[in-house]
Every structure is written in structure tokens, then in C-alpha cells.
């Protein structure tokens, strides 16, 4: 059975830094895109980053780009998503999902649970002082 498995979160303070991690089993993970998809309370589901499986530049929201990485070890099956300079609104749970589109299209970076093939069970960053 696939299965993305995400954790690090916690809470943390603004300007703070947090790293998640999803580790995935059950298929091919070095063939697959991945993203981080997240959702704020009360919120819609928001697209955050993605990484190609093979050579190609991580792709990053307006929201987030300067101070999220997202970063994979094929080797380990394992995605990550290095959160710097956190800020109130990054406050949400934060899941790994595999993309059924390219990045280049806008439904690569959608916020549409059904354009994802599979989706972890998330992870939960609060942002609080």
C-alpha cells in the first residue's frame, strides 16, 4: 500500500524555523513528483512547493518563496520542507501529496485534493508567541 507519513510539526515562534519531513512508501519514489500542500483553519487547501523526481528547479507559492525549502533524498524516500522566518499565517496543517500534473501547468499546483494521486495525513505547524 502507498503511504506518505508526515512529521515535525509543532508550534513555533514567529520568525522561528521548523523542518518537516514525509517519508513515502509503497511506490516508486524517485519517479514521482512531490509537493507540500497546505490548509489553514477555515481555509481552502493552498499549494505551497513541489520538487521533481529527477534534475529540475523546486518550484515555491508567492506565500513562501525566500524562506521555504523544499528538498528530497530519493535515496531515503524522504521529502522535506526546511520553514524559515515563520510568520502567523504559515499556521495550518501541512501535507505531502504526489502531483498528477507538471509543475509548468496550473493544475501542477493545484489546490484541488483530486489532482494529487496520493496524499499524506498531514502535519500540524502552529505559528503563536
Known amino acids: 500500500d502507498v503511504q506518505l507519513v508526515e512529521s515535525g510539526g509543532g508550534l513555533v515562534q514567529p520568525g522561528g524555523s521548523l523542518t518537516l519531513s514525509c517519508v513515502a512508501s509503497g511506490f516508486t519514489f524517485s519517479t514521482y513528483a512531490m509537493s507540500w500542500v497546505r490548509q489553514a483553519p477555515g481555509k481552502d487547501l493552498e499549494w505551497v512547493a513541489g520538487?521533481?523526481?529527477?534534475?529540475?528547479?523546486?518550484v515555491y507559492s508567492d506565500s513562501v518563496k525566500g524562506r521555504f525549502t523544499i528538498s528530497r533524498d530519493n535515496a531515503k524516500n524522504t521529502l522535506y520542507l526546511q520553514m524559515r522566518s515563520v510568520k502567523t499565517e504559515d499556521t495550518a496543517v501541512y501535507y505531502c501529496a504526489t502531483p498528477r500534473y507538471e509543475f509548468d501547468l496550473p493544475a501542477g499546483r493545484s489546490n484541488r485534493r483530486a489532482d494529487y494521486y496520493y496524499w499524506g495525513q498531514g502535519t500540524q505547524v502552529t505559528v503563536s508567541s
Open positions: 520538487a521533481t523526481g529527477g534534475p529540475g528547479h523546486p
